[in-house]
């Protein structure tokens, strides 16, 4: 992204709604989004199975896999998808954070503390530059993490109708 003088953008570097954008987008956790859907997929497959170790046994304390083998394996699998979905709740928070800084006409910053919070108006350039980066790389960003509730919603949907049927 361009570098604009301070002179034209009072607000410090740090708080520009463009380099926090740049910032989630490098962060460990939230480029997880970014990747190919392989790729993401397999994150949130690997978050899903190692919240078996917390849910599996307390699957395992209610219902014994040896006598219950299916409920196990659905309140297990319900419980995983519960931090799962935390994990994709908090992704989304993230980058919706950034989609309202970037569609906002304002920024509010801070200079140097809570105490003294400012507001810039967004010259046109700016807005113009914000948008772009909005269509084009958090609008796709945010789609995807709705299509990923959706799958977690149809699995937790499937699961109940599993525990139903018992």
Not at 16 to 44: A, C, G, I, M
Not at 100 to 129: H, M, N, V
Not at 150 to 158: D, E, I, S, T
Request: glycine fraction near 6%.
């Amino acid at each position: 992204m361009r570098d604009v003088s301070i002179s034209v953008c009072p607000v410090p570097p740090e708080q520009r709604p463009v380099n926090e954008y740049q910032e989630l987008q490098e962060s460990w956790f939230f480029s997880w989004v970014t990747l190919e859907w392989h790729q993401y997929l397999r994150k949130l497959a690997w978050v899903w199975g190692w919240s078996w170790l917390i849910f599996g046994p307390v699957a395992a304390a209610s219902f014994p896999p040896q006598k219950a083998m299916v409920q196990f394996l659905v309140s297990g699998g319900a419980g995983a998808t519960l931090m799962l979905t935390l994990v994709v709740t908090r992704l989304y928070l993230g980058w919706s954070y950034v989609r309202s800084r970037l569609t906002s006409t304002s920024i509010c910053y801070e200079e140097s503390g809570w105490y003294d919070g400012q507001t810039w108006q967004k010259t046109p350039e700016f807005q113009a530059q914000d948008l772009l980066i909005l269509s084009y790389q958090v609008q796709p960003l945010l789609k995807r993490l709705r299509r990923t509730f959706y799958g977690l919603a149809l699995f937790v949907a499937v699961d109940g109708l599993i525990w139903l049927c018992l």
